[in-house]
């Protein structure tokens, strides 16, 4: 596919490292959302299918943080901590849903901003190599990030939590409201920063663009995991083919059998 033909990105790039959540569960007050959740987050992409409301975007805030959890959480065998900061410390950045920029701050003082935790001159490297991994963004370095397109903005996103040098990346549905070509540059991105040394958990609801970039999946379902393997057996198991992919499959064999008929 096109984008392996490109360099593989630099930022990151820190040894591939490896997150453990064993009986994980969260919610918001007494909702809870997620029930004992365990899985694998190992090198390579790792993506999360599910229905709207499963508990996607869940699962990804409680690893960061975000809102308050039970269970075990390592991440390269040391628990994690607590705090949102700490964790980003410990090298877990999320791209969360929605992409939550500064609209009226140009994309450069976004992309500056991912890079907060490091002393100046490494934060200045970080973003020369930000722009050379994502060259559009140079061109468009002082235009307001609440001006640029959906796509643009999404790619500002990633790279600005690129700009922490996570060993794990986290994106919440990068492709959300995107044009098909975008949605293909975007999870070319997620592969790319794979390849590179960063391991990447991303949820989405492209599934079959998702599965075709993925090494491995789990499908979530009102908070519990359902289903789990390498990407290429997912999507020919049944529980994803009927839930996920069916409707298209069968469109894709009617048409071809009209075709022969024709
Ligand atoms: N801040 C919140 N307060 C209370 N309940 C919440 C909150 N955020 C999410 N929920 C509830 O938690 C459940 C899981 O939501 P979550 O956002 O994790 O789903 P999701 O799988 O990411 O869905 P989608 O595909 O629509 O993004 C839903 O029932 C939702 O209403
Ligand atoms: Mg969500």
Redesign the pocket.
Known sequence: MMWYQRAPFVLGGTPEAELWVDGLSA???N?L??RNISLEVKPGLTVIL????????????AINGL?PRSGILLLDGEELPEKTNAIVKAGIALVA?GRQLFPQMTVLENLELGGWLVAKLERARRLEQAFADFPKLRDRANQLAGTMSGGEQQMVAVARAMMSAPRLLML??PSLGLAPRMVDELLGIARRIADSGTTVLM?E?NVRKALSVADRGYV?ER?SLIASGPAVLLSRSSVVREAYLGAQSVDTAASAAAARRA
């Open positions: 919610g918001y007050g909702f959302v997620l599910g229905p709207n409301g499963a508990g996607k975007s869940t699962l990804l805030k809102i849903e919440d549905e949820v609801q979530l908070g």
